[in-house]
């Protein structure tokens, strides 16, 4: 990674679905090893936005995208850029946890395995990496004599956990979290917080969320957004503090949205 610690940059990004234009001319730089919050009203873009850097939405067809996105320095629509590599680098979490419904244990290896079919584990190995995701999402002791069980048996909480835990395997650089508490309570909202704090200086977060005062417990930097457009980046409290633009500053103070 270059000198400015970025490790997402996009220039005049633009994508429609079919003729409606969704983004409009967004140029951004996420920093490397932070949590970076997408706010906004709902409709506004965040979420298409967040799906651009795994280049999911072209999963659902009558998309187009102009302009360029980097990751890590490379522009994900060069020609030898590999999904599969770059979905290995790029990790989702969605707004409600989605555990397989196979065991603890197999879930933490399935990427693994998906990814990397031709790779031969040992029954050591594989114990160890599921340890090792488990014990970074401070799952280790609850799960520990539970690996066999059902993932979708889990509390919400420790199910969005083990969602996270299952991208670690696959040593993701990034990772998009969409609305990543919003079917939690209180109690599981605070522990996924809690575990992002100490994940992020490990890898950089960026986040959708509609709750504004998570975006400002849990981000370094915040985006606002309006209408497809980015309208405000600025570190958290300034940009919930001291806005600079109108339309930020209603929505912040709650006049809109």
């Given at each position: 990674?270059?000198?400015?610690?970025y490790?997402i940059?996009t220039?005049?990004l633009?994508l429609?679905?079919?003729n409606f234009?969704?983004?409009?001319?967004?140029s951004?730089?996420?920093?490397d090893?932070?949590?970076?919050?997408?706010?906004?009203?709902?409709?506004?873009g965040k979420t298409?936005?967040?799906?651009?850097?795994?280049r999911?939405?072209?999963?659902?067809?009558?998309?187009t995208?102009k302009?360029e996105?980097?990751i890590?320095g490379?522009?994900?629509y060069d020609?030898?850029v590999?999904?599969?590599?770059l979905r290995?680098?790029?990790?989702?979490?969605?707004?409600?946890?989605?555990?397989?419904?196979?065991s603890?244990y197999?879930n933490?290896l399935f990427?693994?395995?998906?990814?990397?079919?031709?790779r031969s584990?040992s029954?050591a190995?594989?114990d160890?990496?599921v340890?090792d995701?488990l014990?970074?999402?401070?799952?280790?002791d609850d799960l520990?004599d539970?690996l066999?069980?059902?993932a979708?048996?889990?509390q919400?909480?420790?199910?969005?956990?083990?969602?996270?835990?299952?991208l670690?395997?696959?040593?993701p650089?990034i990772?998009?979290?969409?609305e990543?508490?919003?079917?939690?309570?209180?109690?599981?909202t605070?522990?996924?917080?809690?575990?992002?704090?100490?994940?992020?200086?490990s890898?950089?977060?960026?986040?959708?969320?509609?709750n504004?005062?998570?975006?400002?417990?849990?981000?370094?930097?915040?985006?606002y957004?309006?209408?497809?457009?980015?309208i405000?980046?600025?570190?958290?409290q300034?940009?919930?503090d001291e806005?600079e633009?109108?339309k930020?500053a209603d929505?912040?103070?709650?006049?809109y949205?």
């Amino acid at each position: 990674m270059d000198a400015t610690n970025y490790s997402i940059e996009t220039e005049n990004l633009s994508l429609w679905y079919g003729n409606f234009q969704a983004l409009v001319d967004v140029s951004v730089k996420i920093p490397d090893g932070k949590i970076t919050s997408l706010i906004g009203p709902s409709g506004c873009g965040k979420t298409t936005l967040l799906r651009c850097f795994n280049r999911v939405n072209e999963r659902y067809g009558n998309v187009t995208t102009k302009g360029e996105i980097n990751i890590l320095g490379k522009n994900i629509y060069d020609p030898d850029v590999s999904l599969l590599e770059l979905r290995k680098t790029v990790g989702m979490v969605f707004q409600r946890p989605n555990p397989l419904p196979i065991s603890v244990y197999d879930n933490i290896l399935f990427g693994l395995r998906i990814h990397s079919p031709f790779r031969s584990l040992s029954r050591a190995d594989s114990d160890q990496i599921v340890e090792d995701a488990l014990t970074s999402v401070f799952l280790w002791d609850d799960l520990k004599d539970k690996l066999k069980t059902k993932a979708t048996s889990l509390q919400l909480e420790q199910q969005q956990k083990l969602c996270i835990a299952r991208l670690l395997p696959l040593k993701p650089q990034i990772i998009l979290m969409d609305e990543p508490c919003s079917a939690l309570d209180a109690k599981g909202t605070l522990a996924v917080e809690e575990l992002m704090d100490v994940l992020s200086g490990s890898y950089t977060f960026l986040i959708v969320t509609h709750n504004m005062a998570q975006a400002r417990r849990v981000s370094t930097e915040c985006i606002y957004m309006f209408l497809g457009e980015l309208i405000e980046h600025r570190e958290t409290q300034a940009l919930f503090d001291e806005p600079e633009h109108p339309k930020t500053a209603d929505y912040v103070q709650m006049r809109y949205g």
